[in-house]
């Protein structure tokens, strides 16, 4: 079973940057393909991006402010967050698919993790 803890979160200001981590354990994470999805209050649940295990593949929802990177000698994904908006607020999820092949919506993740909470206040 694979575990993932996001961290990172916090409440911060609009145009400030954030870099939020994703631990993993309890699964070879090499061999995942690794997400970011993110739920605002009173919304669905959205893509944010993802990276295949290698690293070679990302995919990002329309944003252009947000990298998506991974090391994995220390099980981590990470999503780097620049010129935050107070759109932006919401509980960012970690997700994880065994495989492959790259995360393109909730229904290619086998493991969330339980968020962290951005805040991006005017």
């Known amino acids: 079973q694979v575990r993932l803890v996001e961290s990172g979160g916090g409440l911060v200001q609009a145009g400030d940057s954030l870099r939020l981590s994703c631990a993993a354990s309890?699964?070879?994470?090499?061999?995942?393909?690794m997400g970011w999805f993110r739920q605002a209050p009173g919304k669905e649940r959205e893509f944010v991006g993802a990276?295949?295990?290698?690293?070679?593949s990302i995919n990002y929802a329309d944003n252009g402010r947000f990298t998506i990177s991974r090391d994995n000698a220390k099980n981590t994904v990470y999503l780097q967050m620049t010129s935050l908006k107070p759109e932006d607020t919401a509980v960012y999820y970690c997700?994880?698919?065994?495989?492959?092949?790259?995360?393109?919506?909730?229904?290619?993740?086998?493991?969330w993790g339980k968020g962290t909470l951005v805040t991006v206040s005017s």
């Open positions: 309890g699964g070879t994470f090499s061999s995942y393909a």
């Open positions: 990276i295949t295990w290698s690293g070679s």
């Open positions: 997700a994880a698919r065994n495989g492959p092949r790259l995360i393109y919506d909730a229904h290619d993740v086998h493991y």
